[in-house]
């Protein structure tokens, strides 16, 4: 494709004798925070509909994967050639329902295949056996991503249980449990802070888990929800702003009132 080798060959001038100086001194390491935005920012775009938006931080997604690969090409590491053709190798390869003489065709059952087949490549890439099938979750995922693909992995050799109603019940059971850790909390003058932290920790995992039971990815629900409240709070500031009043005036009841009467319009 041209505009994709004119790209390729803008970064290489970027990165040249005769560049850009800030281009030029960028590493793998200084572009994570950057390359970490701009996916941040696409997911952004995505939760907004917004795409004019989409397509310009997609495009900044790929001037990073571009710009990471001439990294590596100056190590004589890889080139952006070899990562896709990497890429192209492994989809062929992980969909042996399309490609090949697999005859699965529930996504729970390719789901599976898939996970067996990245298993495979890895022992055979570490030349060992797995330890865990945990081991390939990356430390460096956002945190609730992290705990989502824990349970996730887990479920995938049945360690779940039976039904969402029952994972219902063990988010129940955590709950009263973070209420009892609470309540010794206050009783205890602070002392058992630790309990109750870890507490709210099961219960949020275990709610994750709920998510995952229901097909529901916790991440999305999360962005809606942050979505709703600037959406409901932005309400009670502009009510504020039409009577004259700051915030910081209002009693919790004023503002809990033009909450809940956004709550209305809303569901007309």
């Not at 062929?92 to 729970?108: A, L, T, Y």
Request: hydrophobic share 35%.
């Amino acid at each position: 494709m041209k505009s994709f080798e004119e790209l390729i060959s803008i970064v290489k001038r970027l990165r040249g004798e005769n560049g850009c100086a800030w281009d030029k001194v960028q590493t793998f390491d200084s572009l994570i925070p950057c390359f970490l935005e701009e996916a941040y920012e696409v997911v952004d775009g995505i939760s907004k509909r917004d795409y004019q938006n989409i397509k310009e931080e997609l495009g900044d997604v790929l001037l990073h994967i571009v710009f990471f690969s001439e990294l590596a090409n100056d190590e004589n590491k890889f080139d952006i050639d070899e990562v896709i053709k990497n890429i192209n190798q492994k989809l062929i390869r992980r969909h042996p329902h399309v490609f090949g003489e697999s005859d699965i065709k529930d996504v729970d059952g390719i789901l599976k295949q898939w996970d067996k087949i990245k298993k495979e490549e890895k022992s055979k890439k570490e030349n060992k056996n797995y330890k865990s099938v945990l081991d390939d979750i990356p430390n460096s995922l956002p945190v609730m991503e992290r705990a989502y693909k824990l349970m996730k992995k887990a479920a995938g050799v049945g360690f779940e249980y039976k039904n969402a109603d029952d994972s219902l019940k063990k988010v129940e059971e955590e709950f009263f449990e973070v209420k009892e850790a609470y309540d010794e909390f206050c009783n205890d003058n602070e002392n058992n802070k630790e309990h109750l932290e870890e507490e709210i920790g099961d219960l949020i995992m275990t709610t994750l888990d709920f998510a995952r039971m229901n097909k529901i990815n916790p991440v999305n629900s999360l962005i809606k929800a942050n979505n709703k409240f600037i959406r409901r709070f932005n309400y009670v500031e502009e009510k504020a702003n039409e009577k004259n009043k700051n915030l910081t005036d209002m009693t919790l009841e004023e503002m809990d009132f033009l909450w809940n009467e956004c709550k209305k319009t809303e569901a007309k």
